[in-house]
């Protein structure tokens, strides 16, 4: 059977590298998307009969309904990304990050296959040198985590859904974001040689864009086994703190000078180590490491420039 799957911003930094991912699995794909970043990621798509593009504003909710049924997999990663984002127009976050969301997790069928792409930032500041595990207490600190924990327990509650809680994600991508720790921080080494360094002690867990891309086809394979679950997704080897990801990215930039300074707050308060063995322990494994995507993020910055490469 090919399975036509449902990717709300599918031309978003994730879903520039999923959607020529599922494509390439045998899937019909249609994206829908705002393109509110005038971005231009799945021209490469174009040329594939299985892949369908449809410019529209997730709150439009009659729209989205309509298409809704057509689907047997929704996966809805149309959302403003990340704090800095977030706190631009609070009003419009929470239409999109939550009203859009939930109109989705109402519409949506017993029948149909859902993979959601929540943060495990909601894990907040966690216990000194305790992991994190899948039933650990939430306690998001941006508005953006907490939006994300409150819309994975609707689709939860509703049943059928998978819910992915990424680690901070890195790798280049065809809709590029540099607002991103590592690709943020492999920027700022390779062109401006230095890195202003806060809270140096806070550690997260990091994983490679096309790792998430591989665990939500997995999930999609393994959908019966997996359904009304959730599952940490990030690099087993990779709780980090700041200053040793910036140690990390020196060995690769040996002029990289890092300075230590109080002047400024993680929004999200992300300070946690996170275990990942329920995801692994069903087969799946993360296939790029962090010293691979260093290497690959330093080729790229060659081709980067800043301006509209974050979600601000």
């Not at 207490?137 to 508005?143: A, G, H, Q, T, V």
């Not at 799946?284 to 962090?290: L, V």
Request: aromatic share 10%.
């Amino acid at each position: 059977m090919n399975e036509k799957v449902f990717v709300t911003g599918g031309a978003g930094y994730i879903g520039a590298i999923l959607v020529p991912a599922l494509l390439k699995e045998g899937f019909s794909v249609t994206v829908f998307d705002s393109l509110r970043y005038k971005q231009q990621s799945l021209l490469d798509c174009c040329n594939n009969t299985n892949f369908e593009f449809i410019k529209g504003d997730i709150c439009d909710f009659q729209m989205i309904n309509r298409l809704l049924p057509n689907f047997d997999i929704v996966i809805p990663l149309a959302a403003i990304v990340g704090a800095p984002a977030c706190s631009v127009n609070p009003t419009n976050t929470k239409h999109v990050n939550e009203d859009a969301q939930m109109n989705i997790v109402e519409n949506v069928s017993s029948e149909q296959k859902v993979l959601f792409p929540n943060t495990n930032s909601g894990y907040g500041i966690g216990k000194q040198d305790d992991y994190c595990t899948e039933e650990s207490p939430l306690n998001p600190i941006s508005e953006y985590g907490k939006a994300k924990v409150k819309i994975e327990k609707a689709f939860l509650n509703k049943g059928g859904a998978i819910s992915f809680r990424l680690a901070t994600v890195f790798g280049m991508s065809p809709r590029m974001r540099l607002d991103l720790l590592v690709n943020d921080f492999v920027y700022r080494a390779v062109n401006d040689k230095v890195i202003v360094l806060f809270e140096e002690h806070f550690r997260r867990n990091y994983v490679h864009i096309r790792d998430v891309a591989s665990a939500f086809i997995f999930g999609i394979q393994h959908y019966d086994k997996m359904r009304d679950g959730i599952y940490n997704l990030g690099l087993p080897d990779a709780n980090l703190t700041k200053r040793q990801l910036c140690e990390k990215i020196k060995e690769y930039v040996g002029t990289l000078y890092i300075h230590s300074a109080e002047i400024g707050e993680d929004p999200d308060k992300r300070d946690y180590l996170v275990s990942n063995k329920k995801i692994e322990a069903l087969g799946w494994r993360p296939e790029h490491s962090i010293d691979g995507g260093i290497r690959e993020l330093i080729k790229g910055c060659s081709l980067l420039r800043w301006n509209n490469l974050s979600n601000d």
